[in-house]
């Protein structure tokens, strides 16, 4: 019975024309310019809108930089369109574990690369504001825990949608 369900996630992680999965060979952040590259032009050739291309890479290149920076590999990446919306999800093999609001986490806060809980963070310092800006550009974000974590946000695709 395990065989079949794993062959079934297999088979739901193939790329279809709505859909486009890739793994990261390791943690180097590198990774996180390369993904960017390959987030846009995925997202061009389904003829996005460019305000909605240029937000899903800001995105992408946030949450994998997190991933790789408190993750462990693999660091897999994983875009979906469908009804009007984008989703994003970034998987990695274990984030420090942080509590959440309901069924959202409250990604206003900034959590990302080393910040801690409550504290403020360096305004003019490299690290501390990726989720908030995660927040910021998705109209739906969250955060599910467990054997791996993921990182997902939902941007809307109708131009009109996006100021």
């Known amino acids: 019975m395990e065989i079949l369900a794993a062959q079934a996630t297999a088979l739901s992680l193939l790329p279809t024309a709505d859909r ?70 970034v998987s990695d093999q274990g984030h420090v574990p942080f509590p959440t609001k309901g069924p959202e986490l409250d990604l206003d806060l900034d959590l990302d690369l080393g910040v801690e809980l409550g504290a403020d963070p360096d305004h003019f310092g490299e690290c501390g504001r990726g989720l908030s800006i995660v927040a910021a550009l998705s109209q739906a974000h969250g955060y599910e825990g467990g054997d791996s974590t993921t990182f997902w946000a939902r941007l809307h695709t109708h131009p009109t949608d996006h100021a």
Request: glycine share 6%; charged share 20%; aromatic share 2%.
């Open 20 to 89: 486009h999965v890739w793994s990261l060979p390791d943690t180097d952040l590198a990774q996180a310019a390369h993904t960017r590259r390959k987030a846009a032009g995925v997202l061009e050739r389904w003829r996005l809108p460019r305000a909605t291309v240029d937000d899903a890479v800001l995105v992408v290149c946030e949450l994998v930089t997190n991933a790789i920076r408190h993750g462990r590999s693999p660091v897999h990446i994983a875009l979906h369109r469908g009804q009007g919306a984008l989703t994003i999800s």
